[in-house]
Nanobody, 126 residues
């Protein structure tokens, strides 16, 4: 049974930082691109960042420079370091796993995700 379990969300003041984690189990983690998406209230789910099994990364233009995605293929965990947070970053953040050996570009699309986590809420107060 595949599980993606996010943690690290919470309430933070604008300008602050948070680090999200996603622990994966039940899948071939080291052969998949992993990603993060977010969904604000009343809005569509949007791509944040993705990372190849080799460590190459791909970011949404609006998050580039403030967010950093990383992964630990031994611990089967993917991380999202978020700095200089803004109120508009408030959203539920979802961990995503792409299909085995799928490209990083494919996993940046909602329809390219194979598995989803349940999400963790990030609230940025201004």
């Amino acid at each position: 049974q595949v599980q993606l379990v996010e943690s690290g969300g919470g309430l933070v003041q604008a300008g602050g930082s948070l680090r999200l984690s996603c622990a994966a189990s039940g899948l071939t983690f080291s052969s998949r691109c992993m990603g993060w998406f977010r969904q604000a209230l009343g809005k569509e789910r949007e791509f944040v960042a993705a990372i190849r099994w080799s460590g190459g990364t791909y970011y949404s233009d609006s998050m580039k420079g403030r967010f950093t995605i990383s992964r630990d293929n031994i611990a089967n965990t993917v991380y999202l370091q978020m700095n200089s947070l803004k109120s508009e970053d408030t959203a539920v953040y979802y961990c995503a796993a792409g299909k085995t050996l799928q490209s990083i570009i494919a996993v940046s699309r909602v329809d390219g995700v194979d598995y989803w986590g349940k999400g963790t809420l990030v609230t940025v107060s201004s």
